[in-house]
């Protein structure tokens, strides 16, 4: 199994080191607590075999697709660190797949074995027709379980129906039909978030290498992103598509989900961008980090802070 | 460009048909699939007592009464995905939807169950849900791949993205829109969380819970920074009021309807070659439906008479009722009224679309 990072921005490449030795230091204040347990087996993790892969880009949000000046320092930096480079890419209108095509077009010139993350299925048509060279992952946005926090605990517990439980497989991927589909665009690794019922899955039935990010999921996204209307005024807010100004970069928001008789009463989100994240409790990431390993997992993403 | 009105009830049928709707779509959730997964667990995006047909003779008597009048009816299978286990079921139900009740298309979103039906050799249409989440032409070619021939976009989609998408799909791909009802403030395809009663939807529960906002640099306030973030936060959740709080589930007060619309964009969605309006809420009352498909029939109308656009908008405006809302835009789906014939959005500023350069001052571990 081996670890990877995102790079969610260029201090996090040239401050690589540090980010090694000390991964809770680039975390967001309001999170260290979250982050400690999977920054302690990361940093224990990178002294024993230093991480070789890192992934760079956003998957949630169209409005950070970065300049091409950008990006290609960013991965020449990450190059000269030899490490290897996964490429998240997000849901995109044709706006978005015009950036993207600039940004695959200068990958496949660099004749480097560079992954590709799709989550949009329009991304993957791209890819496999103009773009050959470059390997497709699936990312973790089709990985379509529901993982709402405030009843997926209930619906997995031991008690719960039968067919409850049966519901909450992993998206898909146990059936052939979603196997074949994306087998057939040469796609062998999957993305997934890290699910409240992950310790116990078995990831070796899976005929493709499984990455799971730790210690953050996402619950909900989309294109009425908050935080990006904090300098837009009246009924223009929250609408698709408003210029961005990466307020999203600066805030955070978190929701208290309260005033149920439920056992997930208190359950927190986080709300960045355009994005609501949620963590496993330490007890359930514990098991899962331990046991990552046997269970089949490839890769382990950690994630410096929330993937903004 | 036809109206698709949804239903739940065989009763609902003949006035839906009387009142102006072309096409119909409605769900239908079998006890056998409530006995083995309950009612937590949705078949169709909808709640199995709530927007749903129960019975393959109640479908049947529906698509036999819009069938009489030269009406199709299409079925929802639009969960984002099944498991392995859900599957050969759900197959079965598309078998009988189709064989034994004479369903015309099928609704689905999960490329996995578009794979499995593909081997069915269904003698249906297929419709790409607007759970899938299509929000670029190469997608839609990924969907023809599989067999799909009419696609619903998100109402996520800004007017000049759809113009795009109906211009590189062409005339061999039938393009649906949204136009009345209910929205939502996130992506339907990306939020994987539940509507179940027992917490509700996450967006309107979200509008309960105690939310605080953090700068992450650590920095100190601003001089009136907290109140603007506090009201951002405020008028967010009042967003959320206007798309799904005062939407599918009320009814109305007399002749107005709440909830969010697309009626000012019908011209433009006429002239771009939009095949479909669809109107929202399987599960809303008779009455509500029917208001809505009044409400869409008499744009539709106006618009076929060969009124102008800014006469279509109008009118749409006039009926709606709700000037204080409508005005201002508070209630559209689409931003028709910034420049709805462009195809082109306003440039934005490359300095602030690159993840390098635009970050905080200072930031955890500087």
Known sequence: ?308 | MKILAPLNGVDETEMLLANGAEELYCGMVPDEWVERYTGAVWLNRRSPVGGNLRTFADLGRVIEQAHRAAVPVFITLNAQTYTAGQLPLVVELARRYVGEAGADALIISDPGLLMALAEENLSCALHLSSIAATLNSSAIEFFRSLGVRRVILPRSLTLPEIARIVTTAGPQMEIETFILNDGCIFEEGNCLTTHHHSVGAFCTNLVKMSSETVKLSGNPWREGEEEAAAKLLDDFRRRIGVLTNSACSEQGAGAVLPGPCGLCAIPFFERIGVASLKIVGREASAMRKLMSLRLVRSVVARQRAGASESEVQEHAQSIRLAPARCVPGEMCYYEWEENPSATERPAKNPELTTISESRPASMPGD
């Open chain 1, 1 to 308: 199994m081996e670890w990877a990072v995102h790079v969610r921005n260029p201090v996090l490449a040239d401050r690589w080191d540090d980010l090694l030795a000390d991964p809770l230091r680039f975390c967001e204040p309001h999170l260290k607590e979250f982050h400690s347990p999977a920054a302690g087996f990361f940093r224990q993790a990178a002294r024993q075999s230093p991480p070789r892969r890192a992934c760079v880009g956003n998957e949630f949000c169209e409005s950070l697709l970065p300049s091409l000046d950008s990006f290609s320092v960013l991965c020449e930096k990450l190059w000269n660190k030899q490490l290897e480079i996964s490429f998240l890419t997000p849901p995109a209108t044709d706006e978005g797949l015009d950036a993207l095509r600039v940004l695959f077009a200068w990958l496949a010139r660099q004749g480097r074995a560079v992954e590709v993350v799709f989550n949009d299925w329009g991304v993957l048509q791209l890819v496999h027709a103009e773009f050959p060279g470059l390997c497709l992952v699936r990312g973790r946005l089709l990985n379509k379980t529901m993982r709402d926090p405030r009843v997926v605990p209930l619906y997995n517990a031991p008690n719960a129906p039968a067919g409850i439980r049966a519901s909450m497989q992993p998206a898909g991927l146990d059936t052939p039909f979603l196997r074949s589909l994306i087998s057939r665009y040469g796609v062998a690794t999957v993305e997934m978030d890290l699910l409240p019922n992950s310790a116990d899955m078995d990831f070796h039935e899976l005929p493709f290498q499984v990455a799971c990010y730790v210690p953050c999921g996402f619950v909900t996204s989309g294109r009425h992103c908050m935080i990006s209307s904090l300098h837009i005024e009246g009924s223009q807010r929250f609408r698709p598509g408003v210029p961005c100004r990466q307020e999203c970069r600066e805030y955070s928001t978190t929701h208290t989900f309260s005033a149920s008789a439920l056992s997930t009463d208190g359950t927190r989100f986080f709300q960045r961008g355009n994005t609501f994240f949620y963590y496993l409790e330490e007890k359930a990431l514990q098991g899962f980090l331990q046991g990552a390993a046997e269970r089949g997992v490839a890769r382990l993403i950690y994630e410096p802070g929330l993937p903004m």
